[in-house]
């Protein structure tokens, strides 16, 4: 057993919110959340639900949150002939119990899909319909197809006149339907409309909207680099970098609402990571009205350890978004101070990833010690690693994390000068090309008088990829303007790297003398 107080580190947080399989023991909750959205009446018997998981039970689909469910979603595999034919729901369901399964069907239809009104601000349909598309990629389907509601159609119906024209002012943006707008930014297209598909669908006079959508890699499935995960890895991850502007705050719930802003916005893009600076957090000393040694600021910032968990905890959670929340100092146990970077996954888990360099004048300055440990870390869209700031500037902590596994390297940096940025985005250009990976930096902006070592700030975020042809000309899939707050988007397609470092033009992982040299760790780094 670990002896957390003596090597400075404390056990990773388990998830809070999981998306899995249903099971059979699910059943009860299952009629109860149906019964809760559409009423007793309407909702699924346990009688439909056991036949559901029965037909397919791979298709079926619940998302719990603290022990409870509070999201389900049901599909199973029909023939094409059928799935764009002119159908009702009773029709192409048999009667909700998805009696109409196919095992040899190459669509895959969506027939239901259930959120607890309570919890419909954490994006749980969202994730129960990624769960959908990477379930249609793994049977190498042709696409997910189903009918959607028109819950505005009712209600405009007299201001457009047929229910085609109102679709179509949707289609144009010129208006928006609850749900119908959600299926179009998720990907889907419309193929026309469905008359009675529910009758008794009042607001949307028992239209529903018929949609698709076409798996993109169906005729194309390339290598992925092999890792021990769960599940298939996506083709695409799309991440995105923070360019933090540092600024005087009255409170931290004035922090809060910052960070909160910058994760909306990764999210509303559809971002799968977002990544926030280094020492993020010296913000909060800005509220200290006391003058304060260095030292003593430090512990003192310390003290809002809780806090700055819950708060990336609770926004991953909420915004179905991976978080790496830049860095903290944190107290360890034993008393030491860490900078540690809090990594909060969208299932609610926490993962602590510890500053390994401190810099001199984080060590001279602040009294700041150095972690031990560098494990990479498993996500729904594969492996990562950490390496805050003065870490990316040593070569064995990167390809300590690539021989782990990791794909995507992050990098939350905050550097005073342009010559000390250049440090960090060089040797994280080198990192990139040598382990055949991407990284990613984030770095602060702007100025915080009165904040003993964190006058000035130089910041240049940037997503870094390997020199080589699948990859950016410059190996540079995004950069920012120095000194401006922004945020960076690019997708990163995990495909490339391995077809990189199986076949590019140099194989850097392939061609190490492994009978000269090598890195070994000496300390626990397992990956949680």
């Known amino acids: 057993m670990t002896d957390h107080a003596a090597t400075g580190t404390r056990p990773t947080d388990g998830p809070q919110l999981q998306l ?9 909750q299952l009629v109860a959340l149906t019964a809760r959205v559409y009423s007793a009446e309407w909702g699924h018997s346990a009688a439909m639900l056991q036949a559901q998981q029965s037909h397919f039970p791979e298709g079926q689909f619940v998302v719990e949150y603290e022990g409870t469910i509070v999201g389900y979603c ?16 009773m029709q192409v369901t048999g009667g909700g119990f998805a009696s109409r399964h ?20 954490m994006r749980i349909g969202q994730r129960l319909y990624q769960a959908r598309k990477r379930l249609c990629m793994e049977l190498k389907l042709r696409g997910i197809v189903f009918g959607g509601r028109i819950p505005g159609l009712a209600r405009n119906l007299q201001r457009y006149g047929t229910a085609e024209k109102y679709v179509q002012a949707v289609m144009d943006g010129a208006r928006r339907d609850q749900t119908l707008s959600f299926q179009l930014r998720n990907g889907f297209e419309l193929v026309g409309l469905l008359r009675e598909y529910v009758p008794s669908d009042h607001e949307s006079l028992g239209y529903a909207a018929h949609l698709v959508w076409r798996n993109p890699s169906l005729h194309d499935h390339p290598d992925i680099p092999t890792v021990s995960q769960p599940r298939a890895l996506p083709d695409s991850v799309r991440v995105a970098s923070v360019q933090y502007m540092q600024r005087r705050i009255s409170s931290f719930d004035e922090f809060a609402r910052q960070v909160e802003y910058f994760v909306d916005i990764a999210a509303d893009y559809d971002a799968d990571f977002v990544t926030f600076p280094e020492l993020i957090t010296l913000q909060l000393l800005s509220i200290e009205n006391a003058e304060l040694s260095p030292v003593d600021s430090i512990r003192r910032l310390s003290e809002y350890t809780p806090q700055v968990r819950e708060l990336f905890q609770r926004l991953a959670v909420n915004f179905n978004i991976n978080i790496i929340g830049g860095s903290h100092p944190t107290r360890m146990p034993n008393g030491d101070i860490h900078n540690v970077c809090y990594v909060c996954l969208r299932d609610g888990s926490i993962h602590e990833r510890e500053k ?17 440990s560098a494990a990479m870390i498993n996500t729904d869209c594969g492996p990562i690693g950490v390496m805050i700031c003065y870490d990316s500037e040593f070569p064995e902590v990167a390809r300590h994390l690539t021989d782990q596994g990791a794909l995507i390297l992050f990098v939350p940096f905050c550097t005073d000068v342009r010559e000390g940025y250049l440090r960090v985005r060089y040797c994280s250009q080198a990192r990139a090309i040598e382990n055949q990976c991407y990284v990613v930096l984030s770095g602060n902006v702007g100025n ?21 042809l699948p990859f950016a000309r410059d190996g540079i899939a995004a950069d920012s303007t120095p000194n401006t707050e922004t945020v960076l988007f690019a997708d990163l397609r995990l495909e490339n790297l391995a077809r990189a470092r ?14 000269l040299y090598e890195v070994r760790w000496t300390r626990n780094t397992e990956a949680t």
């Not at 899995?20 to 009860?28: F, G, H, L, N, S």
Request: proline share 9%; aromatic share 10%; glycine share 8%.
């Open 102 to 121: 196919d095992p040899k069907g190459n669509w895959l239809y969506g027939m239901e899909v259930v959120v607890h009104p309570d919890f419909r601000g």
């Open 20 to 28: 899995r399989e249903a099971r059979p023991a699910d059943v009860p």
């Open 502 to 515: 199986n076949s590019g033009a140099v194989t850097n992982l392939k061609d190490r003398r492994f009978d």
């Open 74 to 89: 049901a599909t199973f595999r029909i023939a094409e002939a059928v799935a764009l034919a002119p159908h009702t729901w």
């Open 448 to 468: 915080l008088p009165g904040v003993n070592n964190f006058d000035i700030q130089y910041g240049q975020s940037c997503i870094l990829t390997p020199s080589d």
């Open 356 to 372: 390994l360099h401190p810099t001199p004048s984080e060590r001279n300055v602040w009294n700041v010690t150095g972690g031990e």
